[in-house]
């Protein structure tokens, strides 16, 4: 007879644990089925915060744009920016925002790095200014709340630096 309300209350904890495992795994499976999209990360924007000789500042702007019927919650990013295999900056990001449903959201992050060791390598790059410069993005969302999901995000392209320097100079 002792034995019996234990029984009772094992079970009713295990029917307890099964419901809201049930909860949880419906309420997250857009981000682990197969409708989950992989939201899409773009640079937009590179500013100069400061320069001294062994050390620089940039603030990169970055926007999310989610494809998914839910709401991503975002953690962080990890990232690397290289040009032409030059290492801009390498860091990470513990800043959380939400991107809404089929909706885009925009994050800033500090990046500091020392070109001068690179300052010849720059400075031919530049000397050109009709020769295409390429960029490689390499970074890592870590995305949810309750269940963790990493998404990888690589972008590869090139600028021109003529295109956005002033030709009255």
């Given at each position: 007879?002792?034995?019996?309300?234990?029984?009772?209350?094992?079970?009713?904890m295990?029917?307890?644990?099964?419901?809201?495992?049930?909860?949880?795994?419906?309420s997250?499976?857009?981000?682990?089925?197969?409708?989950?999209?992989?939201?899409?990360?773009?640079?937009v924007?590179?500013?100069?915060?400061?320069?001294?000789?062994?050390?620089?500042?940039?603030?990169?702007?970055?926007?999310?744009?989610?494809?998914?019927?839910?709401?991503?919650?975002?953690?962080?990013?990890?990232?690397?920016?290289?040009?032409?295999?030059?290492?801009?900056?390498?860091?990470?990001?513990?800043?959380?925002?939400?991107?809404?449903?089929?909706?885009?959201?925009?994050?800033?992050?500090?990046?500091?790095?020392n070109?001068?060791?690179h300052?010849?390598?720059?400075?031919?790059?530049?000397?050109?200014?009709?020769?295409?410069?390429?960029?490689?993005?390499?970074?890592?969302?870590?995305?949810?709340?309750?269940?963790?999901?990493?998404?990888?995000?690589?972008?590869?392209?090139?600028?021109?630096?003529?295109?956005?320097l002033?030709?009255?100079?």
């Amino acid at each position: 007879m002792i034995a019996l309300p234990f029984f009772r209350f094992h079970i009713g904890m295990r029917v307890s644990a099964v419901l809201l495992l049930a909860f949880f795994t419906s309420s997250c499976s857009t981000w682990f089925g197969r409708d989950f999209r992989e939201p899409e990360v773009q640079l937009v924007n590179v500013e100069l915060v400061y320069a001294r000789l062994l050390e620089q500042e940039f603030l990169l702007e970055f926007r999310i744009d989610n494809p998914n019927e839910q709401s991503l919650p975002v953690r962080g990013m990890t990232y690397n920016l290289d040009i032409n295999g030059i290492s801009l900056g390498r860091g990470q990001s513990n800043q959380w925002l939400t991107v809404p449903a089929n909706g885009s959201a925009r994050f800033e992050l500090r990046a500091h790095t020392n070109l001068w060791r690179h300052v010849k390598n720059l400075v031919a790059l530049f000397r050109n200014p009709d020769q295409p410069i390429s960029y490689a993005l390499e970074a890592e969302l870590k995305t949810g709340l309750m269940f963790n999901k990493k998404v990888p995000v690589r972008r590869r392209g090139s600028f021109t630096p003529g295109e956005y320097l002033d030709s009255s100079y």
